[in-house]
C-alpha cells in the first residue's frame, strides 16, 4: 500500500500565485486534515474532513481552501500565495478510533 | 498561542542518559498521541492514551496522561542515537479526530 501520498514534494512560487498541493490516501481513511509546520511551532491544523463532502476549518485556515470530492483524495488550495505561507505542509488520514495519524512524506513550499 | 507547550524545546544528551518530555496544556482532551518525526519525513505514531492516569510502556519508552487530561509526559530510560529525533505530542478534543500538536521536543542523542 502506498499510503498517504503528496505530491509536489518541492515548490517554489512567486507572490500572488496560487497553486493546488495534492493528496491522496488508498486506506479508505474517512478522516484527512492538511497541516503546516514551521520552526518551533510543531505542527498548525489548516483544515480537515470527516468524510467525502465535509470540510470545516482548522487553527491556521486564511489563504487556504480545500475540497473533498472522493474518499481517497483531499487537495489544499492556496488562492494566493504569500511569503507568510512559505512552510512545510503535511497531509494526513485516519479512521475512526485510537490509530493516529498516517502522514505524507510532505511539501516543501517556497513563497518569493 | 499553542493550544500545547512542549518542553524542552531542544535537549542533547549522551548515549545512555535518561530524559523526560513534558506536553502541557490548559485545555482538557478526549486522548492525546505522541509522535516521532525524522528530518524529511512525516511524524510516526508512537502511542495513543486515552483514560487520565494511564501509563503505557514502549521498551524504553513510557507515556503518561495526566489526571485531569490536560498533560502528558514521555520518559527515555538509557537513550540511545537511535531515538535522535522531533518529538510531539497531539491532543483530540471532542472526539472529533481533529488533532492539535504541540511546539515539538528536538532530542539529540550523542554516541
Same mark, same amino acid.
Given at each position: ?37 514551521? =520552526? ?34 483531499? =487537495? #489544499?488550495? #492556496? ?34 | %498561542? ?7 524545546? /531542544?535537549?542533547? @544528551? *549522551?548515549?545512555?542518559?535518561?530524559? %523526560?518530555?513534558? !506536553?502541557?496544556?490548559?485545555?482538557? /482532551? ?6 516521532? *518525526?525524522? $528530518? ?22 513510557? /507515556? *503518561? ?15 540511545? $542515537? ?6 510531539? !505530542? ?7 479526530? *481533529? /488533532?492539535?500538536?504541540?511546539?515539538? %521536543?528536538?532530542?539529540?542523542? @550523542? $554516541?
Amino acid at each position: 500500500n502506498a499510503g498517504v501520498t503528496q505530491t509536489p514534494k518541492f515548490q517554489v512560487l512567486k507572490t500572488g500565485q496560487s497553486m493546488t498541493l495534492q493528496c491522496a490516501q488508498d486506506m479508505n481513511h474517512e478522516y484527512m486534515s492538511w497541516y503546516r509546520q514551521d =520552526p518551533g511551532m510543531g505542527l498548525r491544523l489548516i483544515h480537515y474532513s470527516v468524510g467525502a463532502g465535509i470540510t470545516d476549518q482548522g487553527e491556521v485556515p486564511n489563504g487556504y481552501n480545500v475540497s473533498r470530492s472522493t474518499t481517497e483524495d483531499f =487537495p #489544499l488550495r #492556496l488562492l494566493s500565495a504569500a511569503p507568510s505561507q512559505t512552510s512545510v505542509y503535511f497531509c494526513a488520514s485516519t479512521r475512526t478510533g485510537n490509530y493516529g495519524y498516517t502522514f505524507g512524506s510532505g511539501t516543501r513550499l517556497t513563497v518569493v | %498561542t499553542q493550544l500545547l507547550e512542549q518542553s524542552p524545546q /531542544f535537549l542533547s @544528551i *549522551q548515549e545512555g542518559e535518561n530524559l %523526560t518530555v513534558y !506536553c502541557n496544556s490548559s485545555s482538557v /482532551f478526549s486522548s492525546l498521541q505522541w509522535y516521532r *518525526q525524522e $528530518p524529511g519525513e512525516g511524524p510516526v505514531l508512537l502511542v495513543t492514551v486515552v483514560t487520565g492516569g494511564e501509563v503505557k510502556k514502549l521498551k524504553r519508552l513510557t /507515556f *503518561q496522561f495526566g489526571d485531569a487530561r490536560k498533560d502528558s509526559s514521555l520518559h527515555i530510560t538509557a537513550a540511545q $542515537p537511535g531515538d535522535t529525533g522531533l518529538y510531539l !505530542c497531539a491532543g483530540e478534543m471532542n472526539t472529533g479526530n *481533529q /488533532f492539535y500538536f504541540g511546539t515539538g %521536543t528536538s532530542l539529540t542523542v @550523542i $554516541p
